[in-house]
Structures are given as C-alpha cells and as structure tokens.
C-alpha cells in the first residue's frame, strides 16, 4: 500500500482525500491595525478603474517588498519566486480587490502557513512545466474567512526559478456571527479565538466553506 505521507500528481481522490483528513492549517488573524491599514487603501482605489487598481496594487507590493524569492513553502520544501508578471496574474483571478490587498499585506505568513492540497501535470503540457502544485491558506478577518489559493509552477530545468504562478483571493467568505447556528462548535470556536494564530482541521473546514475553485 503507498504510504500516504504526502501529496503526490499519482494520487487517487481517496488517498487524497484521506491524507487531507489528518492534516490542520493555521488560520491567520489579522490585527485591528492591519484591517484599518488594508481598508483606508481599499476606500482610496476602490472607485477608480481596473488598470488603476492594478497600478497602485504593483506599486504597493514593490514597497512591501513581497515580489522575491520564498522558501520551503507552507509544508514542504519547495522554493518559488513571485514576480510582477504573478502579482497581475493573481489580480486577474481574485475574487476581489479587498480580500487580496489583505493576502498581499500577510503574504509572508500566507505563504508560510499554507497547505499543500494538490499536485497535478500541466493541463496544457507544457515542455518546461514538471509539476503543478496548488495549496491554501486561511486568513480571519474580523470573523470573516478569507481562504487564498497559491499556484505553483515547479520547473524542469534547475538554472530556471520556479514560480508562485498566482496567490489568489476566493470568494468563499463567511460571516461567522450570522452562521454560526449552521456550524459545528469547533468550528466556530477556531475562528473567534483570540490568539493570533488558530488551527482547525482541512476535513472540518471543507465541510463549512465550499469554494468551486477548491
């Protein structure tokens, strides 16, 4: 029998889906400051164009000095850069502006606290492509769930950098104090935990929000 002490692109859905049965995440929970911070820029662009956002969203992660080169990424060893060319990528694909200026202020720990839940080969079989790998992370914001997708694009050639093809916002955002009826104790206890880091379990958080981009 395979030992299921990683996610691996060979993997059926049950092994998969048992190997992330035993696996928690830490939910990110995001401070007064930061929100404050995060929302004074959401309210200064939020009327303006598309291209403008985009503008003051490249300008901002340059001052953050986020577009580098990470390491060992969420559980595993893998190493990526995310560059300008990713940042517009992960623009394109958020759900919305407010949730990834959040994820692009706490990409440090996003990323560092990130699950891996999948591997797969490119779809368009690309020559140069090995592997595609997909994780989440999960962000609290003011009880409100913010779950970020991360892509990555693990290259054949060792002279070339991998690449954090997008770090992406979803829609699946829930207000814990107007559904809480609906959610288990656990669940509702991970989230309104005042300590800056929570963790609760991938089967139970599944259970709860249910992203068509998972």
Do not use: C, W
């Amino acid at each position: 029998m395979k030992e299921l002490s990683k996610i691996t692109h060979d993997m059926n859905e049950h092994e998969r889906a048992d190997y992330l049965s035993n696996l928690k995440i830490k939910i990110i929970k995001i401070t007064n400051t930061a929100d404050k911070t995060i929302s004074k820029i959401f309210q200064s662009i939020k009327n303006n164009s598309l291209s403008y956002q985009q503008k003051y969203i490249v300008l901002f992660a340059k001052q953050m000095n986020i577009l580098k080169e990470y390491k060992n990424i969420g559980n595993t060893n893998i190493t990526a850069s995310f560059s300008t060319t990713n940042l517009r990528e992960s623009i394109h694909k958020s759900a919305e502006i407010y949730g990834l200026l959040h994820t692009l202020f706490n990409l440090e720990k996003v990323i560092k606290y990130s699950i891996k839940i999948e591997e797969h080969k490119d779809i368009n079989n690309d020559p140069n492509i090995k592997l595609i790998h997909e994780f989440i992370s999960i962000l609290n914001i003011y009880k409100n769930l913010l779950m970020v997708k991360i892509t990555i694009k693990e290259l054949y050639s060792s002279s070339e950098n991998n690449t954090i093809y997008s770090v992406s916002s979803l829609e699946a955002i829930k207000k814990i104090e107007n559904a809480s009826h609906s959610m288990s104790e656990q669940f509702v206890q991970a989230l309104s935990a005042d300590a800056p880091l929570s963790t609760i379990n991938l089967t139970l958080l599944f259970k709860h929000v249910n992203s068509p981009d998972i």
